[in-house]
């Protein structure tokens, strides 16, 4: 182990209800070491409300990294899902930049009942410890209750998005087909199609035919975890069905090129689809 990265490590307690109690927004998992911090990039928090909130869920509290403009009453909220590696420097910082545009900004700790990321050293790990373990219905319930605490605390309940990175983009194409208080999602190179099982009972080429909130897919065309035929199947079924939604290939890019503190970051591609996304919300009232 790195001892300089162990001291960001959270510590690993449970709580009295099985959570795994863990520091949101800080540090990486160990299964991305070593970190590119040469085109990482860091928002401060000046003008900003930010940092961990604690919300109630159907079994105990949810930790969520949040980050708002610290002045205003009320914002359009955007909800936050993270990859597998959990919500660790990167995603905080998503947060903030959203905050920045103007948006209350929530990034929930999605895996706190199964395990956390950031103590395993590898992806294999964390896919079979811990991902494999989180049920679909677990993810959308604890999105219905930080829906519903967004809209008590600052939050627009007219205005909200979702979106989110790899395993996160994956449940924007689910959630956003859900809950109707969602006016828009992002999917940032989600898996379109998997193994169905009792936890992950249908992915987004299963919806396809019947979208109901707009999603913008950001793929890149050079993914190896997803083939362009899934892209392009999507893509004529959405068409097919008269969707608003479809996805955006960029030709040249891989898997995670938004993630800039990992060398699968692409600068160009990133900042285009951080606009693009931005424009999409603000299209849809979001």
């Known amino acids: 182990m790195n001892p300089e990265f162990d001291s ?11 959570f795994i109690a863990t520091a949101l927004g800080g540090g990486f998992a160990l299964a991305v070491q070593p970190i590119a911090a040469q085109t990482m990039i860091e928002t401060d928090g ?38 597998i590696f959990g919500v660790h420097a990167h995603i905080a910082d998503l947060c903030r930049r959203l905050a920045k545009a103007g ?30 373990n989180v049920p679909d219905a677990q993810v959308e319930s604890d999105l219905d209750a930080l829906v519903a605490w967004a809209a008590r605390n600052h939050g627009d309940a007219r205005r909200i998005g979702i979106t989110g990175f790899c395993w996160g983009g994956r449940i924007v194409w689910l959630y956003a087909n859900r809950n109707p208080a969602i006016k828009a999602g992002v999917a940032w190179y989600g898996r379109l199609r998997g193994e169905v099982s009792a936890n992950t009972p ?63 970051y692409r600068a160009a591609e990133a900042r285009d689809g951080w606009q693009r996304m931005l424009a999409w919300f603000r299209q849809h009232g979001v």
């Open 8 to 18: 960001l490590l959270p510590a690993l307690k449970l709580d009295r209800r099985g």
């Open 46 to 83: 000046e003008g900003l409300t930010a940092g961990t909130v604690e919300v109630p869920v159907a079994d105990g509290m949810m930790k969520v990294y949040r980050a708002q403009p610290a002045r205003g009453k009320t914002f359009p909220v955007i909800l936050v899902i993270s990859e």
């Open 103 to 132: 948006y209350l900004a929530v990034a929930p700790d999605l895996f706190a009942r199964q395990g956390d990321p950031a103590q395993l050293a590898s992806i294999a790990d964390i896919q079979q410890k811990i991902i494999r």
């Open 202 to 264: 249908r992915h987004p080429l299963d919806q396809a035919d019947n979208m109901q909130a707009p999603v913008l897919g950001l793929y890149g065309g050079q993914d190896q975890g997803i083939p362009l035929a899934d892209v392009d199947a999507m893509n004529a079924r959405l068409k097919a069905a008269g969707s608003r939604s479809f996805i955006h290939v960029y030709p040249d890019a891989g898997h995670a090129f938004n993630a800039d503190y990992r060398p699968s």
